[in-house]
């Protein structure tokens, strides 16, 4: 959770024209997708 909350953030900040470096708007994106896949993976398992 602590990622998709950093991915958060970090995405707003860049949607707000903060000095985001274009790697970081990256990670970002790779961060939620990774959060929305283990999500995924967790809910396909039954948890």
């Not at 860049?14 to 929305?36: E, I, R």
């Amino acid at each position: 959770m602590a990622g998709l909350a950093l991915a958060v953030a970090t995405t707003a900040h860049a949607l707000a024209g903060g000095p985001t470096l274009n790697g970081l708007t990256v990670l970002a994106a790779a961060l939620m997708a990774a959060s929305a896949g283990a999500l995924a993976v967790a809910e396909a398992e039954g948890r």
